[in-house]
């Protein structure tokens, strides 16, 4: 079999997954401000779009003074994994209360 036998994934556009991300995050109840979400106030998600990816912060615990953890996204599986750790963390900070 020769590589045109097989289809390549579509090219990622990083504008066009920020607007789905930014949805699939005001989904989960967080308050969209500004390049970031919101939970009771306290910043938890911060999104900023790049000419070849989406360059997405998430804190480690809900607090005055957040402690961040960068991810990349460069692609639709990116994202994906991407919003399920902001559901994972939004469980974790929900039982902590």
Do not use: C
């Not at 990083?14 to 106030?41: C, I, N």
């Amino acid at each position: 079999m020769s590589d045109d036998d097989f289809f390549a994934p579509p090219e990622f556009k990083p504008t066009q997954s920020l607007v789905s991300l930014k949805r699939s995050l005001r989904d989960l109840k967080l308050a969209e401000r500004g390049t970031g979400f919101e939970l009771k106030g306290r910043s938890v998600v911060d999104l900023k779009a790049t000419d070849t990816a989406i360059e997405a912060r998430i804190v480690k615990r809900l607090a005055l003074t957040p402690e961040w953890t960068t991810h990349t996204l460069k692609n639709g599986a990116d994202v994906r994994r991407f919003v399920d750790t902001v559901k994972q963390q939004l469980s974790r900070w929900s039982t902590d209360e």
